[in-house]
């Protein structure tokens, strides 16, 4: 297979499964995070991983805050869809030898990614709007959804709904988190008052807050 194809989510989860445990599959790409015990160390292990990135020809998205370095992995297409592939894959496998040289530990149930969700009757229409609003460039929709090629904000994507008129929730936010930490996550939200509205299959659940807002709790699981 070439290396730069699309995998499916169940060959991803595959590889995850089989030695890629540092790794978490998020809306987009695979992400890993890890602690870092002071700034110079996480910068060591970014100039690390940037080399190794650079001789693979890749491009991660690297993040060093207090305490963390999260890596997160994925290919862009020439259209701007963002896909994992198996360079990827192979990338990753790189990065986690070099955190274990480095002597750092992943914390997986840190991972998170959140997009929103816009209830909207033509997308054609609106999906400008929020990219030249968000992003800077109406130019910016890709395969529907708005993504901003610098990744300041989350993605923002659009579900078909009726014209209404009587006022409703119309914007909903996506969190991806990695599966292990879901359920304590929706726990956590049900006991400070929130409400089980549905849980379709594995792959999501939606909440409400004590005023009827909703919000879609979403793991990699059971997705394609």
Not at 31 to 36: L, M, S
Not at 101 to 122: F, M, S, V, Y
Not at 166 to 172: A, L, S, V
Request: proline share 7%.
């Amino acid at each position: 297979m070439d290396k730069l194809s699309k995998l499916s989510t169940p060959e991803i989860l595959a590889a995850i499964a089989d030695g890629l445990a540092d790794w978490r599959r998020m809306a987009q790409p695979v992400v890993a995070r890890y602690r870092v015990p002071g700034l110079g160390e996480g910068a060591a292990f970014v100039a690390a991983v940037a080399e190794a990135a650079g001789s693979a020809g890749r491009e991660p998205e690297l993040r060093l805050g207090p305490g963390f370095v999260e890596v997160a992995l994925c290919t862009v297409e020439a259209d701007g869809g963002r896909w994992v592939t198996a360079a990827d894959l192979d990338l990753a496998r790189t990065v986690s030898g070099l955190a274990a040289r480095h002597g750092l530990r992943a914390t997986p149930g840190d991972i998170t990614q959140l997009e929103l969700g816009l209830d909207a009757t033509d997308f054609d229409r609106v999906a400008p709007f929020w990219s030249a609003l968000l992003t800077g460039s109406p130019d910016h929709v890709v395969h529907g959804d708005v993504m901003d090629p610098a990744q300041r904000v989350p993605n923002v994507w659009f579900q078909r709904t009726d014209a209404h008129e009587t006022p409703r929730q119309r914007w909903h936010p996506d969190l991806w988190l990695a599966p292990e930490e879901a359920e304590p996550r929706i726990r956590a939200a049900l006991a400070a008052g929130g409400v089980l509205v549905a849980r379709p299959d594995v792959s999501f659940t939606v909440l409400a807050d004590p005023e009827g807002n909703r919000v879609c709790v979403c793991t990699a699981e059971g997705r394609e």
